[in-house]
């Protein structure tokens, strides 16, 4: 296991496009986070997933996004109509439950360019 | 919303300097952690500290904790050039462990 991973690294989408990204996160791991952040701030809660229920979802989601984590392994983020203020890098997290003292495993990241 | 605020903004040391960034939150917290991101890249997660502890070090890292004032710091020592990224400080604050961020500090440090 090699960690976090996330597809694309980039993206550059027409706006009104739809688009998906992809979350692998540490296979022992039951947490999974998505967090979005925009240059010069720090990552911004998105929603999580214990196992595959989604458990809170930020009001940033707005209703053009949506995830799933359909057998609480790998997980998806979908971006609908995409509009340019949704230009932003998507980052994954993954944990284990139980293990509060060992912080988030964190992916590269999506950069998302919406022109 | 976020939850941290780090102080300063930027810093630009020396190699071989020390670095002190602090961070300051707003509500009572389960722990505090601080995670280094280099440019375009995804964070990582460097240490964490408890509510009930006030010092904790990990190799070149200090960081301490005061639960009375809501704030942290975080002091690299011997700072290298491979230092250079951007530092954010998290909160840990209810039952779902999920972190609040702040806006981070970014760390120059000069060869």
Redesign the interface.
């Known amino acids: 296991d090699t960690g976090?991973s996330?597809n694309p690294r980039h993206k550059i989408t027409k706006r009104g496009q739809n688009v998906t990204f992809r979350c692998d996160p540490i296979s022992e791991h039951n947490?999974l986070?998505w967090?979005r952040q925009t240059l010069?701030?720090?990552?911004?809660?998105l929603t999580?997933f214990q196992n595959e229920a989604q458990?809170?979802k930020s009001r940033l989601l707005s209703d053009r996004f949506s995830a799933e984590r359909p057998k609480g392994s790998f997980s998806t983020l979908e971006i609908q109509r995409t509009e340019q203020g949704d230009s932003a890098?998507y980052?994954c997290?993954s944990?284990l439950?139980g293990s509060?003292?060992?912080?988030?495993?964190?992916?590269?990241?999506t950069?998302l360019t919406v022109v | 919303s976020q939850q941290g605020e780090e102080d300063p903004q930027a810093l630009s040391i020396q190699e071989g300097e020390n670095a002190t960034m602090n961070c300051s939150y707003k509500t009572s917290i389960n722990n505090l952690q601080w995670y280094r991101q280099n440019s375009g890249r995804g964070l990582v997660h460097l240490i964490l500290i408890r509510s009930n502890e006030r010092e904790k070090h990990s190799g070149r890292l200090r960081v301490t904790l005061d639960t009375s004032k809501k704030s942290s710091s975080l002091l690299i020592t011997a700072s290298r050039a491979a230092d250079t990224a951007s530092y954010f400080c998290a909160t840990d604050k209810g039952s779902n462990y999920k972190l609040t961020f702040g806006k981070g500090t970014l760390l120059t440090v000069n060869p």
């Open positions: 976090v996330q947490r986070y967090y010069g701030q720090g990552p911004e809660f999580y458990l809170e890098m980052l997290a944990s439950t509060r003292d060992y912080g988030y495993t964190f992916g590269s990241g950069r």
